[in-house]
């Protein structure tokens, strides 16, 4: 069974810009989890959705929004990029959030310019 | 959920076992413990969970004190490539619950 995937790998932009990072979740998954790791704060829990709807949500600005599509595919979307933006970002997913284990994909690294 | 201690850094020989402590003493009954580890710049990868029962994988054993305020994560034959970052994470069982990551252990794999 294929992994998660997330693209792109890497990205670059420029300071208020935005972007959209994509994650297809293990076959049969529905639960998908993002998360932001970065030197300094490490790895924090963005939000999480669950057939279509967003469950949980991290401490991060409105700026940052997702969406979860009926095939499970789920997107993120960084508005307005700040240069503290810059992070490597994960996706994970398990079959339906409740209590599994999560899966990461290899991640997109954003460096914001 | 519960939170963990882990030593910041540990070595090893390449062959040997690598043995990575971890601290949770105050975990609930209905908590897990799971481990994952993150290879530079790479998406953290699942290792092994158990409740209260040690538990064996193809990658790890993971050995739980029988009052559940600590764990052991055994990687029995340690080669180059499990050098990594190593969290150790309390969970719950049920539910959804996000994965707290804290700063790890850096277990670094010599020849």
């Known amino acids: 069974k294929a992994g998660v995937t997330q693209t792109p790998r890497y990205l670059i932009k420029t300071r208020g810009q935005q972007v959209t990072l994509s994650c297809s979740p293990i076959s049969g998954h529905r639960s998908v989890s993002w998360y932001q790791q970065t030197p300094g704060q490490g790895l924090q829990f963005l939000f999480e959705?669950?057939?279509?709807?967003?469950?949980n949500k991290g401490n991060f600005p409105g700026r940052f929004s997702g969406r979860q599509f009926s095939n499970s595919r789920s997107e993120m979307n960084v508005s307005t990029l700040e240069l503290g933006d810059s992070a490597l970002y994960l996706c994970?997913?398990?079959?339906?959030?409740?209590?599994?284990?999560?899966?990461f994909g290899p991640g997109t690294r954003l460096l914001v310019l | 959920d519960a939170k963990t201690t882990q030593p910041p850094s540990m070595d090893c020989a390449e062959g040997r076992a690598a043995n990575l402590p971890c601290n949770h003493s105050t975990i609930s009954g209905n908590e897990y413990v799971y481990w994952y580890r993150q290879i530079h710049s790479q998406g953290p990868q699942y290792i092994i969970h158990?409740?209260?029962n040690n538990e064996t994988n193809e990658m790890a054993s993971l050995i739980i004190t029988e009052d559940r305020k600590s764990s052991t994560l055994i990687l029995p034959h340690a080669t180059l490539r499990d050098t990594a970052v190593y969290y150790c994470i309390v969970r719950v069982a049920s539910g959804y619950s996000t994965l707290t990551f804290g700063k790890g252990t850096m277990l670094l794999v010599s020849p």
């Open positions: 158990g409740l209260k």
């Open positions: 994970a997913s398990s079959l339906t959030g409740n209590g599994e284990t999560q899966y």
């Open positions: 959705y669950f057939s279509e709807t967003q469950r």
